[in-house]
């Protein structure tokens, strides 16, 4: 379910100290009820090689597209990539974090991980058309039980970016993220039942 940004901004998250240039295009609460150290179980299914991560046939296909877009436009090449002029936020890291997990990159799309906490994953992807961000916040609800909640912020690059990354947000909204948050939550509560 999508929730307001304030869910994301109003927690203090130490992603905060190091995106004020990003812009927050949406939070989502996730349906992954556990305890206080289900973090890690919950990246590891992010991370994993999707062999227990199954979106479906609709994503899948609008990921398909953009990434042979990508391909044909020279979008996604690693000149596109982390560079000196397009810094990965680890550049932007206070030592503590530097120098703690930082977490699994992602199989399954082309993110890189950034950091990891007890309570935080960061995970970015930058191409031509933007610098992406998703941010999975371990959540405490009380008596013991928590969630996992996303947030998706973005930068987009240049003037590319700048036409490219509104003219995506409806289709992202409407079917990409609902599709991935229910994926998420069925894959959650399979392996819970396993």
């Avoid at 120098?99 to 990891?116: A, C, E, F, H, I």
Wanted: glycine residues 8%; without cysteine; positive net charge.
């Amino acid at each position: 379910m999508r929730i307001p940004n304030t869910a994301f901004t109003d927690r203090p998250w130490r992603i905060h100290e190091y995106i004020a240039d990003f812009d927050i295009e949406d939070v989502w609460d996730l349906d992954t009820p556990g305890g206080p150290d289900d973090l890690d179980r919950l990246v590891r299914q992010f991370s994993g090689d999707g062999t227990d991560f199954h979106p479906s046939a609709a994503y899948r296909l609008l990921f398909a597209i953009r990434w042979k877009l990508g391909k044909v436009m020279g979008w996604d090449t690693a000149e596109q990539g982390v560079s000196s002029r397009k810094p990965s936020l680890r550049a932007r890291l206070a030592e503590d974090l530097l120098n703690g997990t930082r977490g699994p990159d992602l199989r399954t799309v082309p993110m890189k991980s950034v950091y990891q906490t007890k309570d935080e994953w960061v995970t970015e992807v930058v191409n031509q058309t933007v610098h992406a961000v998703m941010h999975i916040g371990w959540v405490d609800d009380g008596n013991g039980r928590h969630h996992a909640q996303m947030a998706v912020l973005a930068k987009p690059n240049g003037t590319l970016g700048k036409v490219y990354m509104p003219a995506i947000l409806p289709i992202r909204r409407v079917f990409v993220t609902p599709n991935l948050v229910k994926t998420i939550g069925r894959t959650w509560h399979a392996g819970k039942a396993a």
